[in-house]
């Protein structure tokens, strides 16, 4: 079964400094990877995803993350941080059948930005 | 834009009543997940839906929980009796169902306390 870990239960930074937030994931195939993003009392919204080819991947707000076969690591990074970044952010995995992809997620990783 | 709506945000049960809740995917998306997420953890799948079929629901607990989606569109999910232990954010999220490469869209969730 895949799992998900994310190491960093809360990380601090200032607004301006550079962000990376860890992912590491086990599956027994090519994984399809998703970040998310929660703020408080909210859904989830995507930030961005990794299927197949470039293992950098771009997407929104300036987010980017790497993807790592050797060290199974999906790596989010931002290299700077905005105030509105505050929010807690989680690792999935999915497993594709043919109605879609379940996620198994990571426990999240809590952002604090400091002004 | 269109977006997953779900109904009530809030709601507060006695121990061992029934509660239930609701639904409405993007249009056009065959597929829905139910997602439970306890507080500081990460959500975890219970149901998966494409259209009215069940595809995966491995992870509902049976004995108190149930889902349908009667007409493969909206979506209920229904705890009876509810317990202390049930006191979570409960997500749904719809997506295309298109196998691998699909984006699951989530709502903001029903904040659930059993008291």
């Known amino acids: 079964a895949q799992s998900v870990t994310q190491p960093d239960i809360h990380i601090t930074v200032s607004e301006g400094a550079s962000l990376e937030l860890r992912c590491n994931y086990s599956y027994g195939a090519t994984p399809y990877l998703f970040w998310y993003v929660q703020s408080p009392g909210q859904g989830l919204q995507l930030l961005l995803k990794y299927f197949s080819g470039d293992t950098l991947v771009q997407g929104i707000k300036g987010f980017e993350a790497e993807f790592k076969r050797s060290q199974s690591s999906f790596n989010l990074r931002k290299p700077s941080v905005h105030w509105s970044d505050a929010a807690e952010y989680f690792c999935?995995?999915?497993?594709?059948?043919?109605?879609?992809?379940?996620?198994?997620f990571g426990g999240g990783t809590r952002l604090m930005v400091k002004p | 834009e269109a977006e997953v709506a779900q109904s009530p945000r809030y709601k507060i049960t006695e121990k061992s009543q029934a509660v239930a809740f609701w639904c409405d995917p993007i249009?056009?998306?065959?597929?829905l997940y139910w997602y439970r997420q306890i507080l500081g953890q990460g959500p975890e799948l219970l149901v998966q839906?494409?259209?009215?079929?069940?595809?995966?629901d491995s992870q509902l607990p049976k004995d108190r929980f149930s889902a349908e989606r009667l007409k493969g569109v909206d979506s209920t999910l229904k705890i009876q009796p509810a317990e202390l232990g049930d006191s979570a954010m409960y997500l749904c999220?719809?997506?295309?169902?298109?196998?691998?490469?699909?984006?699951?869209?989530f709502g903001q969730g029903t904040r659930l306390t059993v008291v």
């Open positions: 839906f494409q259209d009215e079929s069940v595809v995966d």
């Open positions: 249009s056009g998306h065959a597929t």
């Open positions: 999935a995995v999915g497993a594709t059948n043919n109605a879609g992809n379940m996620l198994t």
């Open positions: 999220a719809s997506s295309l169902a298109r196998g691998k490469g699909t984006e699951a869209f």
